[in-house]
């Protein structure tokens, strides 16, 4: 047994089955481009890019190179009242791609952190203005926003919230969720069904009063439950909703963002401007955790009044704006712009659609979804047992196939790399394939 697989149950894992999974571990000990490679040798194509993170793959040279070069000049500086200069050259890099008007970056470790975060500078901004009324907060169901108190609490899906119910934040509710297989099944792209459901933040606004509303938060297109892109028309509407009251937009967009959709931001995408974006994972292609918020001038311009020896904003993180994570960001940008990473990613969406939507004659597949580079494949659960279906795809994948495939319950998840070789995702598709054959 290898001392990885031995020592494990020192690692309480996250979102895992620890003791299935101790059972029979599936150990990583390297990782180079599309591939991971396992203690014992064996090479396995990653589909899911990271989680949802390394999209110009892993370990790329040109980010492992900045790296190794900050760490060696400057490992540490707060950015409590002195900075460094990686953290100022990555905020105006971030914020240069930024829709028109979004030019202040607020730096976090996490894209749970940017979430909370957000979510307090939304709270602030109404208080700085004179309406600190403005308090309640709006997330929608099957939502994810991290894992911290904020973003489980505008989040929207039960088994993230169940145990911690009695202790969510209060002030918060949600709006209807987008998924709807009856009109919507097999839609390649945009739904074309469900633009009225944005209509359930109207019903909240007569509920609570829209001016009692301080934000409500989306992800563009929702991820860790299943990916469920937004119907035509649906992200236009909670825009025009917002706006007549007041309310502050956020756009979750730790998925969405640096090129998952083609474009730097989802907002470009869908040509909807947010009032505040959350990012992370794709912000250093995962290669040291950071997390940035972007808010539009007129949200950072209301904290800048009273005397200006005065903090503005009491908020922040030891590791915010980290000269080291900031490194691996700019290097990241770099790489996005040298290598052309956001036109790939645009070159491969047919390929990757025709792929997934390959599946829609199989006995196991109820839905296939996908837009940009961010895909499912929703399979009917086992009477009794929701989840075993995609569990036991997720393990045959690894162990037969050489392949890592992620399940959220039945549903898996495809989230290529920006920049994939045709040939490999052919393959890889081709391999899951002979896994859904192979199981009951």
Partial sequence: ????????????MPFTANRDFKSKPRVISGASGHHYTTEDGRRLYDTFSGLWTSGVGHCHPKIVEAVQKQVASLDYCMTFQVTNNKAIELAHRVTSMAPAGIDHCFFTNSGSESVDTALKIALGYHRARGEGNRTRLIGRERGYHGVNFGGMSVGGILPNRKAFSANLIP????????????????????????????????RLCALHDGSNIAAVIVEPIAGSTGVLPPPVGYLERLREIC???????????????????????????????????????????????MGAVLVRDSIY?????????????????TYSGHPVAAAAGLATMDVYDEEGIFEQSRNLEQQFEDLLHSFADHKHVIDVRNYGLMGAIEMSPRPGAPGARGGEAHKKCFWDENLVVRNGMDILQFSPFLNSN?????????????VLDSIE
């Fill in 1 to 12: 047994m290898s001392t990885a697989a031995k020592d494990l149950d020192a690692f309480w």
């Fill in 171 to 202: 002030g918060v509710d949600h709006i209807r969720h987008t998924h709807d297989i009856e009109r919507n099944a097999f839609t390649r792209g945009l739904p074309k069904h469900g633009a009225e459901l944005a209509d359930d933040l109207t």
């Fill in 243 to 289: 706006d007549t009251h007041g309310i502050v937009l956020i756009f979750d967009e730790v998925i969405a963002a640096f090129g998952r959709l083609g474009t730097g931001y989802g907002a470009q995408r869908f040509g909807v401007t947010p009032d505040i974006i959350t990012t992370a994972k794709g912000l250093t292609n995962g290669v040291i955790p």
């Fill in 301 to 317: 311009d209301a904290f800048m009044q009273g005397p200006e020896n005065m903090i503005e904003l009491f908020h922040g993180y």
């Fill in 422 to 434: 045709p040939d490999e995702m052919e393959a890889s598709f081709a391999a899951v394939r002979r």
